[in-house]
């Protein structure tokens, strides 16, 4: 059963933890968070206009944190990205 927004904000309703070597993720996630320098080569958002083309090819730093309505994205191959992906 799907909670209140802090709830899921929390993390309390589950995440991932991907790498480049996952390849294209698709899935539903509402929070990104960065544990590692990340450069994404594609990245789908259903509610942030130009995160398809302006978040790619640019190195995130870790600590940060990008919320949305994630779709997928691709950590960019020769990077050590870590993205901790919660799912909405």
Excluded: C, E, H
């Excluded at 309703?13 to 899935?27: F, M, R």
Aim: charged share 10%.
């Amino acid at each position: 059963m799907a909670r209140g927004d802090s709830y899921q904000l929390q993390g309390q309703q589950g995440g991932q933890v991907y790498t480049a070597a996952d390849n294209a993720v698709t899935g539903n996630f509402r929070w990104l968070s960065i544990v590692a320098d990340t450069s994404f080569s594609a990245i789908a958002s259903s509610n942030l206009t130009n995160a398809s083309t302006k978040l790619i090819n640019i190195t995130i730093p870790a600590g940060r944190d990008l919320g949305g309505v994630f779709t997928g994205f691709t950590i960019a191959s020769g990077t050590t990205g870590v993205v901790i992906a919660y799912t909405a």
